[in-house]
């Protein structure tokens, strides 16, 4: 497996900028629902257990390549607090580690310039601190909205929060679709669902968190992605990170390969995010080689590949040091918040 492109090498410097997907890539607009296309869709459990455990055994990544690799992921992580604890001073603080995600000694030892991760996720109430303290650096703020993390609130409710979160200045919104709908094979109510969400986010960008490990089965996860999609989604998102089962390679695996069905059918982009549960630093660069292998590099820019994670930045920092030093560190040197 070779070394992705240096974070701040590309013939397309805006995406490395701003990492703002409107830069680069064309928005989805959507398309009317195709039930036949949804339904066609189907997931072969086994195979896709077998490929995704493929993927993680092969995972050969060492030294330089290694440190490429994780300097990549870190320009596309989603840094997070969802907490109920959550205050201003730690949203600042967390801002912070988004403009300065590396240490300068560790950049200046491999050779690199300053990088940042790819946003800043938050609650509602969160926004303004948050975008008072990335102003001017281009990171853009992402919400969490629509009664996250179940979704069960009154749908105009829903709908107002993303309107108030765009209006406070989020830059991205996450929203949670209705599993109820997936469940009980009502489509076209989430494919309504997902086109409002959509049409309330205006000029912002929609992830939609598809909560895969409610969803009951790979062929649920399928269609919903699908679904989701057709109704104008930028990204689609495995999970909000309070699921018992978050982000998994097979889940991944069949949402990539929606993605690229999508893609290969209407030359429409598609964004990926895997959230819950990446915590290690080897796991990001297997998802990274999940999506080179399955979608090509043009997969493995912000614009169009995030990790939500919290806690991910800490290990990828600790590996680098060792890379650079030969000695692993504390892991209370490397906090985000």
Same mark, same amino acid.
């Given at each position: ?161 993303? =309107? ?7 830059? =991205? ?147 680098? =040091? ?16």
């Amino acid at each position: 497996m070779t070394a992705p492109l240096n974070p701040q090498t590309s013939s397309d410097t805006s995406t490395e900028q701003t990492h703002l997907p409107q830069v680069t890539e064309m928005r989805n607009p959507g398309l009317p629902l195709d039930l036949n296309w949804v339904l066609s869709a189907q997931a072969n459990t086994s195979a896709i257990e077998r490929r995704a455990g493929n993927i993680a055994a092969r995972r050969s990544v060492k030294k330089a390549h290694q440190a490429a690799w994780l300097l990549r992921a870190v320009t596309c992580i989603d840094l997070t607090t969802l907490s109920g604890d959550d205050t201003a001073r730690r949203v600042e603080r967390l801002c912070a580690k988004a403009r300065q995600p590396v240490a300068p000694a560790l950049l200046d030892a491999l050779g690199m310039g300053p990088i940042t991760t790819g946003a800043v996720c938050v609650y509602h109430e969160m926004i303004p601190p948050a975008v008072a303290a990335l102003a001017g650096t281009g990171i853009p703020v992402a919400a969490v909205s629509t009664g996250f993390p179940a979704g069960l609130s009154p749908f105009p409710l829903r709908l107002k929060e993303i =309107e108030m979160s765009v209006a406070d200045g989020a830059a =991205e919104i996450d929203i949670v679709i209705s599993r109820r709908h997936v469940l009980s094979g009502n489509w076209q109510a989430l494919y309504d669902e997902m086109s409002a969400m959509r049409a309330a986010c205006g000029d912002a960008h929609v992830k939609a968190i598809l909560a895969t490990g409610e969803l009951g089965s790979l062929r649920n996860v399928a269609r919903a992605s699908l679904v989701c999609m057709m109704a104008g989604a930028d990204f689609i998102k495995t999970s909000t990170g309070k699921e018992s089962v978050n982000a998994t390679l097979p889940v991944s695996l069949v949402m990539i390969r929606a993605i690229r069905d999508y893609y290969d059918r209407t030359g429409i982009r598609v964004g990926y995010k895997p959230a819950g549960g990446i915590s290690k630093a080897k796991d990001a660069v297997t998802y990274l080689a999940l999506m080179k292998e399955e979608l090509g590099d043009r997969w493995l820019r912000p614009d169009l590949f995030r990790f939500g994670a919290s806690s991910l930045l800490n290990d990828i920092e600790r590996q680098l =040091e060792h890379h650079v030093t030969g000695h692993y560190s504390a892991g209370y040197r490397h906090a985000s918040s």
